[in-house]
């Protein structure tokens, strides 16, 4: 369920002529038993809206144009603007202008707005006013019906990308454009006709009823086709225009080889994510992303996350959660992810959040093997991002259910394997991308397409902590034996490798340095080609002692990761 909330205007929607009719609210009534949420929306002063209408169907009720909210359950008023100066209603008083005066809002009709600016002016306030069908509306500059649903929705624990917007009005254009789905009634003005994704058949409450059987249906399956929420991927190769995916529904996998772009493709989407206000949670095997800006960070390398404090960070709408696996050992991950797992889906049911999982190194939390049942299911998936070196190593089940394929390096291998396992044709053709580029499929939507990666704006530097600190695998760490092979002493960081290579004998560092076990390990096992050509350019280097080699590749190291004192 993508749309979770109904956020509905009053007077000239929701009413007419200032009343509700039983059908509207009967259909209230039924939105309401599927577990969606009711929130009311209106300019009225709070008290007048109570002696003519009874909001017991909403969870919330946005009054004064935003500047108070209301819930119905515990009667409870909560203001959201600073009342205005006495001095202002008293002022327009003064003139006759005819008011009427809520906790923050000031109104009344025009053609009086010739001495609400003038009043403003003379007394020096910084206040705004807002049209709304012949009524002059006053209240604190930036506020407004959208600053108000905000509110609502926090309280609520929901976003407003799972919210549709109903109006006909123009004090209605701030929250219908925050909603991801804006709907005009018939009888709205032209221009909210033109700016919204729907506008119904009928008019007033008939056409909010018209807009809720719709959402009982099939949760306005028929817009998915609006593209105005789409997140840029990366510009089309040689051409003009973005490629884009769809910000609910599609899954996603993203594969190639290792230092082939995956993780600037993976960094700038979520960026994007990011800025446009949807939720993510991500699994960060190797800490790989505590440095993206704006999300909390569940665990960290010396205290492994729990499935509780992960669940309770999410429950912040506008938050967006990196969980960070470095503190976990390997053996107990599947384990962890098998428990957050159905928490994730039950929030998502609920409150339809977060709006994307991604899975890097998928390959660990869903893999393939007899016997092996996969603990994330083809309904599980969602919008979702499956990022792996080794998309053959997934359960099948999960292949099936993925809609579009990203690919970076030699896109062939991927694509042939893919459509193999799931029992489909590969593409007719499958383009080349040249460096910096990706290739992009979406099954059953036409050839592959290359689009040039777009980085996040802020780029991160790849691996930083996972490589200084961290912990790498077995066979990707660092292993002191000597000449004799009479030591084993593991380096499973860079940090530990320096304090190791400070410790050993210089017999032992000076039989590594020559045989240019360095140099193979940072291209092999840290995987960054400039460190390792020049690592290897100390180890040819003859002239050098072994304490000025160890002191010159700890400098190199340092200087490129920051190693902790």
Known sequence: MRYVALASDYDGTLATDGRVTDDALEALKRLKATGRRAILVTGRILDDLLRVFDPEAFDAVVAENGALLYLPAEKERRALAKPPPEDFAAALDARGVPLSVGEAIVSTWEPNETHVLEVIRELGLELQVIFNKGAVMVLPTGVNKATGLLEALHELGLSPHNTVGVGDAENDHAFLSLCECSVAVANALPMLKQNADLVTDKDHGAGVIELIDRLLEDDLAALESTTRH?????????GDGEVRIRAYGESVLLSGPSESGKSTITGGFLERLGEAGYQFCLLDPEGDYETLEGVLIAGHKDQP?????????????????????MGMPFDDRPDFFESLLPRLVEMRTKVALPHWLVIDEAHHHVPSGPGREPVLGPGDLGSCLLVTVHPDHLDRR???AVDVIVTTGDPSPTLKGFTKAVGEQPPQEIPTPDQGEAVIWRRGGGPPQVFKIVPAKVERRRHLRKYAEGELPDDRSFYFRGPDGRLNLRAQNLSLFM??????DDETWSHHLSRGDYSSWLRNGIKDEDLADQARKIEEDDS????????????????????PA
């Open 544 to 563: 050098l002692s072994p304490k000025e080699s160890r002191e010159k590749l700890g400098a190199l190291i340092a200087e490129r990761y920051t190693l």
């Open 398 to 400: 999960i292949l099936a």
């Open 499 to 504: 304090q190791l290579a400070n410790g050993v």
């Open 230 to 238: 789409d997140l840029p991927l990366g510009d089309v190769a040689g």
């Open 305 to 325: 996350p729990t499935v509780d404090e992960v669940m309770r960070l999410l429950k912040e709408p506008n938050q967006s959660v990196v969980v960070n696996l």
